[in-house]
């Protein structure tokens, strides 16, 4: 089974510094990645997505992803945060079920901007 | 156009109760997958149906059970409640049952079991 491994649970950062959140997968075949970020009482909101192409994926609210096949990452970044932005992320690796698919999610990691 | 819902937002139950939660999809989409999460955690796989036929299956025990109705609807049915059962349970929708097709959330069901 396909796994993630995000590597800090979480990440404290003042207002309008960088920050890059940082996720590990493992698999040996093709993989579909996944960040979604969950705000306090809510579901869960779909940041960006790595299906094929260009490794470097841009999403929603100013935030990009990078995906490298050789170390098994796709780190998720933002040059300049904002207070709106803290919330949970999530990053998530597809995973093919018998006839279906299945999104494994890791732990989660708690982003704080801190003004 | 309206997104993910689910009913009831909260719920609470006593241990060896049964509970129904539902879920309706985004107009358009066949797709139905179901997911726990417990606090602090990630979500966790329980089901996937498509064109009303189960897709996969999670690690979850048989006291957890789901269907998909005509208009692509579904019900997550849990017996048996443990104390352990009490999670966020979240339904997401996509347009088919592939994993290229992007999963949108509903807001979930919190269900506290006592």
């Known amino acids: 089974a396909q796994s993630v491994t995000q590597l800090d649970s979480q990440v404290p950062v003042f207002e309008e510094a960088p920050v890059e959140l940082r996720c590990n997968y493992s698999s040996s075949v093709s993989v579909y990645l996944f960040w979604y970020v969950q705000y306090p009482n809510q579901g869960l909101q779909l940041l960006l997505k790595?299906?094929?192409?260009?490794?470097l994926v841009k999403g929603i609210n100013g935030f990009e992803a990078e995906f490298n096949k050789s170390q098994t990452s796709f780190h998720l970044r933002k040059p300049s945060v904002h207070i709106s932005d803290t919330a949970e992320y999530f990053c998530a690796v597809s995973e093919a079920l018998n006839s279906g698919y299945a999104l494994n999610f890791g732990k989660g990691t708690s982003l704080l901007v801190t003004p | 156009d309206a997104g993910v819902t689910q009913s009831p937002t909260h719920l609470i139950k006593t241990r060896g109760q049964h509970v129904t939660l539902r879920c309706s999809p985004i107009?358009?989409?066949?797709?139905v997958s179901w997911y726990q999460q417990v606090l602090g955690q990630g979500p966790q796989f329980i089901f996937q149906?498509?064109?009303?036929?189960?897709?996969g299956r999670g690690n979850f025990p048989d006291r957890f059970s789901a269907r998909q109705f005509p208009n692509y609807s579904s019900e997550l049915n849990v017996n048996a409640l443990l104390l352990g059962d009490s999670a966020l349970y979240l339904c997401?929708?996509?347009?088919?049952?592939?994993?290229?097709?992007?999963?949108?959330f509903g807001p979930g069901t919190r269900l506290t079991v006592t």
């Open positions: 997401a929708s996509s347009l088919a049952g592939t994993s290229y097709y992007e999963q949108y």
């Open positions: 149906y498509y064109e009303k036929e189960e897709r």
């Open positions: 107009s358009g989409h066949k797709s």
């Open positions: 790595y299906l094929s192409g260009s490794t």
